[in-house]
């Protein structure tokens, strides 16, 4: 059974095109996160929401924004993707103690 | 702020045998968690095993267990019986309650038939 779910799994997009990538879960945990990926390296978080709440990393770029219209989805908008933003793009969810539960990645290709 | 540092980028194993991959950590929380994740190529990451910081016990799950070294700082993790399907990339990871988690480089593990 699918428990969190990203769409689309591969995402072509232009450079300067914006973008939104999304994740649901069927966990109703209260936390929600996106990580980047780039090849060959650790993920990174971007941000993060408890419940409502937005958390952003303090390193995170302006041009990532995120939505979380209820508890069981969420959404990572690029606005103006460079081609340094290629890479995995991971949503992950948590209860709020013990572990995340990752989901499959969106992969994300700038041209 | 959390660093985790896992010192080897890839390690080899013949099928069946014992292999232990390192990590180390740092942290200034006084209640923290510790993981080790799979990352399969191409596919998800999924919870290989997790370690609470205040218990004294290691975690074991099946063939995978760790050593938990508080005072050191340290957080193996052994896989036992390997199998080819414990190819993977492997990830130490550290965080606590809603925080996102700190993941270390990761350490490329390949099983030898």
């Known amino acids: 059974d699918a428990m969190v779910i990203q769409n689309p799994r591969y995402q072509v997009t232009q450079f300067g095109k914006p973008v939104t990538l999304s994740c649901s879960q069927t966990?109703?945990?209260?936390?929600m996160y996106w990580y980047q990926q780039k090849s060959s390296q650790a993920p990174k978080l971007l941000f993060h929401?408890?419940?409502?709440?937005?958390?952003n990393e303090a390193d995170t770029p302006d041009n990532f924004q995120s939505r979380r219209p209820n508890t069981s989805f969420c959404f990572l908008d690029i606005r103006s993707p460079g081609l340094g933003d290629a890479a995995m793009y991971l949503c992950?969810?948590?209860?709020?103690?013990?572990?995340?539960?990752f989901g499959p990645g969106t992969r994300l290709t700038v041209t | 702020a959390q660093t985790v540092t896992q010192s080897q980028p890839e390690m080899s194993v013949q099928e069946a045998e014992t292999v232990t991959l390192s990590c180390t950590y740092d942290?200034?929380?006084?209640?923290?968690?510790l993981f080790w994740y799979k990352q399969p190529p191409s596919r998800q990451m999924i919870l290989v095993i997790r370690?609470?910081?205040?218990?004294?016990q290691n975690a074991t799950e099946n063939r995978f267990s760790v050593n938990f070294q508080k005072a050191a700082k340290s957080f193996s993790l052994k896989i036992s019986d390997s199998q080819l399907g414990d190819a993977a990339m492997y990830f130490c990871?550290?965080?606590?309650?809603?925080?996102?988690?700190?993941f270390g480089k990761g350490t490329h593990l390949i099983i030898q038939p």
């Open positions: 992950a969810t948590s209860s709020g103690y013990y572990e995340q539960y």
């Open positions: 966990l109703n945990h209260n936390v």
């Open positions: 929401y408890y419940d409502k709440d937005f958390n």
């Open positions: 942290t200034s929380e006084s209640d923290y968690y």
């Open positions: 370690q609470e910081a205040y218990k004294q």
């Open positions: 990871a550290s965080g606590g309650g809603a925080d996102g988690l700190t």
